[in-house]
T-cell receptor, first 115, second 110 residues
Framework: DTEVTQTPKHLVMGMTNKKSLKCEQH?????MYWYKQKAKKPPELMFV???????INESVPSRFSPECPNSSLLNLHLHALQPEDSALYLC??????????????FGPGTRLLVL | GQQVMQIPQYQHVQEGEDFTTYCNSS?????IQWYKQRPGGHPVFLIQ?????EVKKQKRLTFQFGEAKKNSSLHITATQTTDVGTYFC??????????FGKGTTLSVSS
């Protein structure tokens, strides 16, 4: 199974809502990532979890709160978002490597619209 | 900071023509990866290059990693309409997360 799944596929939320994005993989990967991708732009790294611990936070605003409850699951909790946060949110996973960067497997993403 | 530059930003070709996208890093890369993202889709891993001067082929796709490990290229021979999408190179400075190039969007007309 080389699949990363993400739910929901689409999400529309108001600026006062609280919602969560979910990501799951069963490849035994111990590194998981959240990326944000705006239209016609490359993915931008938000967070990296390694062995269920947050290892990289790319100065993401606190209205985005990641959580890694176990080695297969990754959540992104959203609260008080702004319209400019509308984007495709991609989850990815990979093996953990000390000497370089392993191949990342991306999920299909959640298309988020903040009104 | 570290940057990965990619050119061209857009390329339109007639079906059957060749296509090349180039990737340059401001720092030496431990490896470089290439991803393809179809319209409306998500990035899909194509290949990873690790060694200086490495060349790898996948059917009509040829990938090269420069001798200094600062640049790379993807060449597609005889493009087909199925090649449409955005091609991203991505590389880490040693030991850090991926940095994506801005991508080259390829369109193909039949």
């Amino acid at each position: 199974d080389t699949e990363v799944t993400q739910t929901p596929k689409h999400l529309v939320m108001g600026m006062t809502n609280k919602k969560s994005l979910k990501c799951e993989q069963h490849m035994g990967h111990r590194a998981m990532y959240w990326y944000k991708q705006k239209a016609k732009k490359p993915p931008e790294l938000m967070f990296v979890y390694s062995y269920e611990k947050l290892s990289i936070n790319e100065s993401v605003p606190s209205r985005f709160s990641p959580e890694c409850p176990n080695s297969s699951l990754l959540n992104l909790h959203l609260h008080a978002l702004q319209p400019e946060d509308s984007a495709l949110y991609l989850c990815a996973s990979s093996q953990v490597s000390s000497g370089g960067q392993e191949t990342q497997y991306f999920g299909p993403g959640t298309r988020l619209l903040v009104l | 900071g570290q940057q990965v530059m990619q050119i061209p930003q857009y390329q339109h070709v007639q079906e059957g023509e060749d296509f090349t996208t180039y990737c340059n890093s401001s720092t030496t890369l431990s490896n470089i990866q290439w991803y393809k993202q179809r319209p409306g889709g998500h990035p899909v891993f194509l290949i990873q290059l690790v060694k200086s001067g490495e060349v790898k082929k996948q059917k009509r796709l040829t990938f090269q990693f420069g001798e200094a490990k600062k640049n790379s290229s993807l060449h597609i021979t005889a493009t087909q309409t199925t090649d449409v999408g955005t091609y991203f190179c991505a590389g880490p400075p040693t030991g850090t997360a991926l940095i994506f190039g801005k991508g080259t969007t390829l369109s193909v007309s039949s």
